[in-house]
């Protein structure tokens, strides 16, 4: 395979182009690619959670935890936070959890199906705290300096134009705000990865197939992984969105990442 996925988040690739996207290991359109992504969402929402569980072997949850431990919510002063393609509410939970009675987290999702599934499940547990926005991570239906921090968890490699929503969510933060995204990653340990491989490729469809009925589904998400860029070149597309003091920390031996960003005026 010729070419790569630049830090500008271009794919050099012959016949590639900025009217493209990659769609697991397919090249389609742009319009095409939200769509189908929104297609293969629809048809999971319900078993989200058991998604990740497969996805990750359970470990997602730990994953998660490590998140909030990085974005800390305050308990004592008030907190406006974003999650981002967070529609079953996990993140949001979790962040409203840690933080004080002030915080707030608007849940933003393209797919209303995985909305429904999140307000289902906050119920009136979090009432007055929470709220479930339908809208684009590219364009964010959103005020400019509104947020004090941003979350996106295992969603940014579905968007068609990841630049774009980077640079929305650099818009929507309030000067001193933090971008946190939680992603899948590149294994780096040899041994590891080809069991990894082996697991995702081969078993995980098969349980999507067995357990959801949806092995297309399962396949798409795995291959997904596998085109996102290296966390090197992903750190380069936080920094050209403008937001400093970009760093990345792997973690269970690379099989995610998560990336830290903050908007400093």
């Given at each position: 395979?010729?070419?790569?996925?630049?830090?500008?988040?271009r794919d050099t690739r012959a016949g590639a182009d900025e009217t493209t996207a990659d769609f697991g290991y397919e090249r389609v359109r742009l319009s095409e690619k939200q769509a189908r992504v929104d297609d293969v969402f629809r048809s999971v929402a319900r078993r989200y959670d058991l998604m990740n569980d497969l996805m990750s072997g359970g470990l997602h949850r730990?994953?998660?935890s490590h998140l909030i431990g990085m974005l800390r919510p305050s308990r004592t002063r008030p907190v406006r936070h974003l999650d981002v393609a967070g529609g079953t509410g996990d993140i949001a939970f979790r962040t409203l959890e840690a933080g004080?009675?002030?915080?707030?987290?608007?849940?933003?999702?393209?797919?209303?199906?995985?909305?429904?599934?999140?307000?289902?499940?906050?119920?009136?547990t979090y009432a007055g705290r929470i709220d479930f926005v339908t809208g684009n991570a590219e364009t964010l239906p959103l005020p400019a300096d509104t947020f004090d921090s941003y979350t996106i968890a295992f969603g940014i490699r579905?968007?068609?134009?990841?630049?774009?929503?980077?640079?929305?969510?650099?818009?929507?933060?309030?000067?001193?705000?933090r971008f946190l995204c939680l992603e899948f990653s590149r294994v780096d340990l040899p041994v590891l990865e080809k069991i990894y491989d082996a697991y995702s490729f081969h078993v995980i469809p098969r349980i999507g197939a067995r357990v959801a009925g949806d092995r297309e589904s399962y396949r798409y998400l795995v291959e997904s992984i596998r085109k996102f860029p290296s966390p090197g070149a992903f750190a380069g597309m936080i920094e050209a969105a403008g937001f400093s003091h970009v760093t990345h920390r792997r973690l269970s031996g690379g099989i995610v990442a998560i990336h830290s960003g903050w908007k400093i005026s």
């Open positions: 395979m010729s070419g790569t996925s630049t830090g500008t988040g730990a994953w998660k004080g009675p002030d915080t707030h987290v608007t849940v933003l999702d393209i797919n209303e199906a995985m909305l429904r599934v999140g307000a289902e499940r906050a119920g009136t579905n968007v068609p134009r990841i630049d774009a929503a980077l640079a929305e969510a650099r818009r929507v933060l309030k000067p001193g705000g």
